[in-house]
């Protein structure tokens, strides 16, 4: 079954090609003098000035400590502190109120994706409420849930809840018509039409959601073992650090803040960027 | 291979509340295996009527039958072609053109074997894993043609399926079109704005006027193929259909549409 | 929602005087179902509420009545409590977000420009911006005092990265096509910058001042919670630890409100500034 094509042979458009497969294997050299280091010159500035600073006793180092020493008590931290295992019940709590909150938010989004009826009666409320500044919810949940663990899980769900379900809504509600026409052409059922059509069109947006909770669930479990203070957390240990004057400990867990915040991005844009190859991110 | 037949269709909008004449008495009979085109100026209601026929809209006057039995809602005998290629970005090629075999009846196997066999068809092999971002327009409307027909219907609908195309890509595909459609004998009915394109590919050629949509007239093109456009019967042919057009339509302003409720700005 | 919005409509003659009232009728039936549809699940929350108060189904010190929390707010209102804790709290985030305004445009001025101040800056500043403001406040802390400082300074960072990143993409993001319209009719780099430059990077200027302001005061409210001794966040703080939920209660509603305000206060100054974009982003 073949045929002459009078149309010129067909091209794919093709993404740009990561060009790194087909350059020399980089040595270490190579890849110093390649980076570009001027995004080094403020940060060393400060630290020298830093350093100097407490080095020649301009500062009080009972405020202000010197950077050796944060080093030094960051070290401690990670062999003989308590740091792992307050990462770990940050991150548990994270990933717990993470799951519960997505679920929930997804559940909501995809309810009010699918009826125009739960839109008019649900969306109006829901919008007044998200109004609420989040943090302001920590008095009452703490007087509903106690100190504890239920508490902070509840509050980080809280703020994943919000993400996922304003997303999910507006994905799924924004699914193109026209694509569903094409599943009622061929015949689809309901459970085709959305296994089909529905979800993997609004999937990206369903990831944006998921990302942006992703973010905010960490903020979140930060926020509550700074308020619900109890049992362990990144979050516990700044908050002592700053209560013992301990600026190491304090430093030491702003970078693990921020680095686990980093890393859950990094691991979102990935998982974002699989799932959804089929988007042209090159255009 | 089906017969089918318009009696007294017609269609009405309401448009602000207001009843609106889209499609009145349509009266069309097309044979099994026949190409029929359609043309009109936009707004004639010419895609109204594919929208009717293949089943996306049950409200309207009259029958449509097809062998003699009405129709009703959509139906995998009756395909359809859209001008907008309506692949689904986040499927590959073949499982673009496998969606129409969703619900059949074929087991894996042969599903795959139909695919590759139409993907062939179309001149598209090599392309089955390419998803339609990394597609021409061009090869998306042929991937569009092969998921049309893939599940053999009766009828294939064609909404002016090259209308996006430029006039190189549109002339190569309105010969591969001529050529499937004699390889295959489906009767297909082609919707579209271009004269040329219906003299070049029907045996009968239906000219629609607007305001209410209604047939004009309809004009036999008794040409053999390969057809030339060049060929004074032709040119003809295109000219005599031509001539049925009126002035071109009164410039209008787009209306937007009103922004959706819930435009949300995330608080936090 | 018919599938008919799909097609061209054909092009109609003018509607006469009536059926345009009928619209409009139409309309206001329309919206007033929508308003009756939308109050019925927050009066059903209310009545159950009140119920559950009412009959003892939940305790006072978890559950204040809704009349309770309704005549604390309206005694914070006469008072004048609630007017100058609120005066407090506003009053920070303004400062706060004057110094991310001057902060961010500057440096995302510089920054979408020249290369240079990209390679230099934006490393240290994505590392800032990367570590949310939370923890930043125990340092903050430590380094400058609980004071007003820190506040500010808690919500200027908050406030600045958005208006940052936001300023030098929409300078980055010019579109080159409307760039060479300008070179094709030789505007002089006044009309450059009045004609081109600005307007069309005005949107992402504006989403900047938008995402800012709803952080500053999001962080305001945080940072009030966790170390402050007035404003409208110290006042549930307050309310919490002397068991007054109906305080916190109306507290929350407030910043309900005020989060209502700004964001009402950005939709109808994006609407204005930026008639000409209809797709809302």
Known sequence: ?283 | MSTLSLNHVGKQYSVKGEQLDVLDDINLHIQPGEFVAIVGSSGCGKSTLLRLVIGLDDDYRGQIRIDGEKISGTSLDRGIVFQEHRLFPWLTVEQNVGLALENSPLSNDEKKRTIAGHLDLVGLKGFETAYPYQLSGGMSQRVAIARGLVNRPGVLLLDEPFGALDALTRANLQAELRRIWEQEGITMILVTHDVEEATFLADRIVVLQPRPGRIKRVVPVPLPHPRNRADPAFVAIKDDVLSEFGHAPRPQLIEPLPRPFGDYVFAW | MSLTETLPVPALAAPAATPRLAQALAGLRSRVWRGALALILPLAVLALWHAATLNGWVAQQILPAPALVWTTLLDLWHSGELWTNLAISLTRVAWGFSAALVIGLALGVAMGLSKTAEAYLYPSFKAISEVPVLGWIPLLIMLVGIGEAMKILVIAKAAAVPITINTQQGIRNIPQPYLEVARVYRFNPRQLWLKVIFPSTLPSLFNGFRYGLTNAWLSLVTVELLASSEGIGYQMVWGRQLFQLDVVMACMLVIGLVGLAIDLFLQITETRLLRWRRAAF
């Not at chain 1, 180092?61 to 792992?84: C, D, K, R, S």
């Not at chain 1, 990462?87 to 938010?105: C, E, H, I, K």
């Open chain 1, 1 to 283: 079954m073949t045929y002459p094509i009078p149309e010129t042979d067909p091209v794919l458009v093709r993404d740009e090609v990561p060009s790194d497969k087909h350059v020399q294997p980089p040595a270490l050299w190579r890849w110093l003098s390649q980076r570009d280091w001027r995004g080094f010159a403020l940060p060393l500035a400060v630290l020298a000035l830093w350093w100097a600073v407490t080095r020649f006793g301009l500062a009080n180092t009972q405020v202000l400590a010197p950077p050796e020493a944060v080093l030094v008590e960051g070290l401690h931290q990670i062999f003989n502190g308590g740091f792992v295992w307050d990462l770990l019940a940050s991150v548990s709590r994270d990933l717990a109120g993470f799951t519960l909150g997505g679920l929930a938010g997804f559940a909501l989004g995809t309810l009010l994706g699918t009826s125009r009826l739960a839109e008019l009666l649900v969306a109006p409320s829901f919008n007044a409420v998200k109004q609420i500044a989040l943090f302001a919810w920590i008095p009452m949940i703490s007087v509903w849930f106690g100190m504890g663990e239920p508490a902070k899980v509840v509050f980080i769900a809280l703020a994943a809840f919000y993400p996922v379900a304003i997303n999910t809504f507006e994905g799924i509600r924004s699914v193109n018509r026209d694509y569903a026409e094409v599943a009622r052409v061929y015949g689809f059922g309901r459970l085709q039409l959305w296994r089909r059509v529905i979800l993997p069109a609004a999937s990206p947006q369903i990831f944006t959601g998921l990302h942006l909770a992703l973010i905010y669930a960490w903020l979140a479990t930060i926020g509550a073992e700074y308020f619900l203070k109890s049992g362990y957390g990144v979050g516990n240990s700044m908050i002592d650090g700053r209560e013992h004057f301990n600026m190491g400990s304090v430093l030491f867990g702003l970078v693990v803040v921020g680095s686990i915040g980093a890393l859950l991005n990094q691991f979102a844009v990935r998982l974002e960027h699989r799932a959804l190859k089929w988007r042209n991110r090159a255009a």
